[in-house]
């Protein structure tokens, strides 16, 4: 098994990488004195993967939206019962999730890791997809779908996606609805756990206090007495998306006192991977910190007119195929904070950004990332989910020191334009 | 394992240290609590008020840029109610120093910024900004009622409301709107005044730092005593017996929200209170528990159905989102598991898997620096001084009778549920 250790000075960690005979991937991350161990394993999956190639055809087909998200659930379904029972049984927390771009199986204890690990693979290895399990997740995955219907603070987000995309999966949601999760069938689920399954589409990070050549070992042997299908290109088929936006404003009414707000930049800079998607990423946080962070005058001025308060929130979503840069919260006057914001971009469009603004963004991102560390669980999910697109996320503080003013100037002027902007917003009924 | 080592500073503030280097940040925590008086919406205001603005920084901008100068450390405030204390959290996080090559002392700049943020305030005609005050105030009304915006937030506060209407544990920590809304300046500044002299200050530390040298630093930063005139805390009061309430409302919401209390009797220094965390563990503490193996994987529900304990309280806590043509079905199925539970019908598997969660939560918290300082000061709140390994080797010694009677004890206070009026009827199902 060929190991390579990557070292990290800025932050003393090391991660130690092998690709597996199966194809799979494993990131260990020895986290010195911590009493919980971490291991998520991951794919190349989500909600936007609904056209693709399916195995044995030449064209791309369609499923039925949600159906990442169910497969989610129904694995975890056993002959003997949930797998998830047996991660109680070590006395570890399991869970799992799906975006709109992975899905990812997870535990965390404190003792039996190697137990949990074991487990963790054998169970996301090993569908079992019946009928009756199928009709009988349904129910539930209907509750979770009417659970976030009623989150006014997602309703504001995904109609903002709708607002930017016209097309691209991305604007729906993630769980589908309960139309579209009624039309899934076990055969449907073979055929995307076939697809998107396959330990080349996938990527296992383990992180804790363990002995890194152990644990490899122990990953090494468990995969290698498993039996896989040669593996197979996955060809996914994404719709072509216009750069322009589909609707520019979209106004709901619901059962809440504050309205909500999303204001939306689309990214025009697509198609990149790897080194230039990271610098992208972390180019549009540094922008973000500079011209709406808590010091910047725009927040300031903001929060001292009541139009936004401490929830308020700013993000840059980066893919390969697809970027778009949000800014949510409470207002009571959503018309005239996105007056404001807009006309402070404006303006900063044409000053553009100081150099002291600059340096202190820079700065101030540094030691943000480095409390980031503390979240053992994020940190590894960041490795998984940036292994994907071909990006080391410990080498965050390293790309912050090769950007420069002039590339933040240019991310400026390029990026927060009226033209990609939507808005959408959440009244009181 | 993790423990603080306590130290007092030269004008008598205590200070709670833990060096470790598991992290790559420094963490410091400053508790202030007083009893949860009538006045409670003023001292859930007065930490946003004095993060406005102070004297070496005068404005939030100033402020602001001067934490981003700090690495970017990240400045919080929280309020709690922590037994029948009153607690307000000032949270400062910062990167560890020795990870850096700026020549700045970090840690005692960020210490002195802290400092000046809760002793050395802004002044302008003998209080606080009017500007600061009005806007806080406003952000404050917003948060109380924004409450309104999170269903399951807004029935777990109703429920409790309900069951403690007439006693300050009813009482949103972040305050009352009405009582926000009449805050003058002057007001605001004779509270602080008060704190200042009877609130109890405590601070604690994590991080890559040496006792000795952070409580020097302390002494220098905070260069005043605190808290000289401070009154004991009240011990905690447990719900009295009275009959079941049934609480119903409506909202155009697409699920409902159904919160159940019960009453155990039990509070934290009683014999049964590790047995009623071992009760809440096995009845609807985790995924494996009767709940959540009930309501939403046999009968398909709800997405999630727990329980929680409210330790002070010794009050349980079920929750639940289901639809609202489900609500009969759900509540005979909670109460089936009530009933199992006084029948002892736990299997040794559920008993085991129950313990390791808990033991598992206990042990994690040492990786979580600020969530184990919180704990570490609740139980001094709550006149408790034992540590995790304690209450771990505490819970192993639970024995199932003793669950048993705990069981026994559960009494439904309140049932409160939120009626939702945009369901499709369809979408439920009895089992």
Redesign the interface.
Known sequence: MQLSEQFYPGIRESVYQTVLPSGLTVLAMPRSGWSRYYGVLMTRYGSNDSQFVWPGQTEARAVPDGIAHFLEHQLFAKPWGSADERFAAWGANCNAFTSWTRTAYLFSTTDHFTDCLSHLIDFVYDPYFTAEGTAREQGIIEQEIDMFLDEPSWQVHLNLLQGLFHQHPVRRDIAGTAESVGQVSKQLLDVCYQTFYQPSNMVLVVVGDFNVQEVMQQIDHQMAAKRFVAPSKVTRLYPTEPESIHQAETTVRASVRTPLFALGFKDRHVGLSGEALFRQQVLTELLLHAVIGKSSPLYQKLYAEGLIDGGFESSYAGHPDHGYTTLQGESKDPERLRGLICESFDCLQQTGISEESFLLSRRALHGQFLQSLNGLENTANDLADGFFDGIDFLRYPDVLTELTLADLNRRLREHLRPEWTAFSQVLPL | MASFQRLTTEHGLAVFVRP??????TTVQMFIDRPFADDYSLFALLPHVLKRGNAAYP???AL??R????????FDVTTHRLAERHVVELQL????QS??TDSEQLFSAALDTLAGIVIRPLIQDGAFNR?YLE?EK??QI??I??V????AEYAHQRCLQEMFAGDPFSRLAIGEVEQVAAITAVDLWQLYQSVLQQANFQLFISGNVQPEQVVELCARAFDRPLGTNRQAAEPSRLPTVRPTREVQEE?????GKLVLAYRTGIGRHDALFLPLLVYNGLFGG???SKLFQNV??RA?????CSSDLIATKGVVLVEA???SADLDAARAIIDQQLAAMCRREWSD?EW??T???L??GL??L????TRLALTHFDRLVNGQDTSEEELIAGIQQVTHEQVLTVARQLQLDTAYFLR?TT??EE?S?CN
């Open positions: 470790t280097i598991q992290f790559k940040t404005d939030s901008l602001e840029r934490f981003d100068q700090l690495y970017g450390a990240t996080e910062l990167a560890d990870l850096l500007d806007q406003e952000a917003r948060a009622e924004s309104y915006n999170d269903k909202q155009p919401v697409a699920q985790y995924g494996h939403r994987e398909s529900l709800a997405y999630d989102g289901i639809s598997e085991d898997k313990l390791l969660a033991q598992n042990r994690g040492a990786d979580r620096p939702g369901e499709d979408n199902q």
